[in-house]
């Protein structure tokens, strides 16, 4: 179990740092922590674009809200998040911890595409523009994001989040 765990969590980076760009989005998710476990729990089927992309919006909404106990509830006891300043894996119980040193003014987030894994695991890439500062330290923005949901017990969950400072394209060579 750990090392197709640890797989699909290779394979989702890798797909992640090729990620292509769909429709475009904007920040119109709930804040509410209780619609983020109603959407999570909601979940029937294979993962519809829209309700990855829903719960998604719904995770920022918490990180903005400083809403840790939504954010426990939504990720995995094995989730792991990748950005500029390392690799953490937070226990129960410690994203609140997280957020209160965090201040995130504001957010968009746009290009977002979702690709089926398998029926129960979802990979959701966009771009973000993030106003946020945690710990002191500015989070780089614009930034591309990537997210591995898995549906456990009914539920969807993150289980690996990352973002990457977007860098401008290289210009073309004459």
Partial sequence: MTSSRNALIALAT????????????????????????????????AAPDSEIVRLERSAWDAVKAKDGAALDRITGSDYVSVDPTGIMRPKAGEMSQ???????????????????????????TY???????????????????????????GAW?????????AMAAPAAKR
């Avoid at 119109?28 to 999570?40: E, F, K, M, N």
């Avoid at 771009?127 to 591309?144: E, F, R, W």
């Fill in 14 to 45: 890798v797909i992640a740092l090729a990620a292509c760009a769909a429709k475009d989005e904007t920040n119109t998710a709930a804040t509410d922590s209780g619609a983020l476990a109603a959407a999570s729990a909601s979940a029937t089927a």
């Fill in 98 to 124: 997280m957020l209160a040193t965090c201040e995130t003014r504001s957010y968009s987030l746009s290009d977002f595409s979702v690709r089926s894994i398998s029926a129960d695991v979802a990979l959701v």
């Fill in 127 to 153: 771009k973000g523009t993030i106003d946020q500062t945690c710990g002191g330290t500015k989070a780089p923005s614009p930034a591309n994001v990537a997210s591995v949901w898995q549906r456990r017990n």
């Fill in 157 to 165: 969950q993150v289980v690996l989040h990352t973002e990457a400072p």
